[in-house]
DNA sequence: CAGTATCCCAAGCGATACTG
DNA sequence: CAGTATCGCTTGGGATACTG
């Protein structure tokens, strides 16, 4: 206790910031450019130059990201060898990090209603009043995953090749 | 065009970052107070020098973060008066804000069961084997507010009382 | 293709001090 | 109580260039 009187210090048995599951999460993922990555591995894009094309991130900041992730244990680091071909690396996601399709996909509902409608061109206003808004996954080659009306999509025509 | 050739261009055409919802989201409130101050709305913690003891940010950084948080439609300024007092300020949640709980529930379950879970002292391990670890909201006073077993609740003491 | 090494810049954070 | 003004520092982002 350095200060005695100051009634707006916090008691040092208070639960603190690091036992809150979410601020924990922001912390591991709260930068520009994790969830992205995690998306990119979502719908199947885990090559590293695929994923720099797709994301148009660069080199360096890919790397130190994807370090990260399989530091942390969202992703894993994996070599194969399609027959005839040399070895290549690919970053899977884990068991913990295919369980953020679940909120990563409430967060992107939340923002395709909440920010992308109401912005003049959005994808989302010209799909039309028929076709709701519920998020959902497809695989590279549209079937869809898990929930009705796939919008969690690749963002670039590379990124589906 | 700046260039000409190079193959890793971008294709104008595509669906850049700016359409997809989680990106958007991950821009608005990714950064390391936002979510919390976000929170703290969502527990009924709406006053600035309530928040600032609560979460120990610093004021200019607070004031920035609710400006933002307000020019993006999640928070709403508020004048109220007390019978006898003085007029005060809180900043509570839009529409907008508070269908943020939703995925701010969902990372928060993520984030227990796959970061707080095998900490050393977690206060999710102690909780022990017959308390589910399902995510949910109180009020102040402690009811539970959708969900059921209650884990959103405030940091400290003081957020309580 | 799959990265690493360097270096620079901008943004965010935070301490301190001040106003109404 | 509810903020704003200033300023230094640290962190992360990004360009460039290089390696296996």
């Not at 094309?53 to 992703?75: F, N, Q, Y």
């Not at 953020?100 to 912005?119: C, T, V, Y």
Request: charged residues 25%; contains cysteine; aromatic residues 4%.
């Amino acid at each position: 206790m350095t200060d005695s009187a100051s009634p707006s210090r916090r008691d040092e048995a208070a639960t603190p910031i690091e036992r809150c599951g979410m601020a924990r999460a922001a912390e591991l993922l709260g930068d520009r450019w994790t969830l992205l990555i995690v998306r990119e591995a979502l719908y199947g894009v885990t090559r590293f130059e695929a994923i720099r094309a797709d994301l148009d991130i660069p080199r360096t900041v890919l790397s130190k990201r994807l370090r990260h992730l399989v530091d942390v244990g969202v992703l894993k680091k994996r070599s194969y060898r399609e027959p005839g071909q040399r070895a290549r690396e690919q970053y899977v996601l884990t068991t913990m990090g295919v369980e953020l399709a679940l909120p990563m996909i409430a967060l992107m509902h939340w923002g395709e209603k909440h920010i992308l409608r109401g912005e003049a061109g959005s994808a989302i206003v010209e799909r039309g009043s028929d076709a709701p808004l519920h998020a959902g996954l497809v695989t590279n080659d549209g079937r869809p995953v898990g929930l009705a009306n796939a919008t969690f999509r690749p963002m670039t025509p590379k990124a589906a090749a």
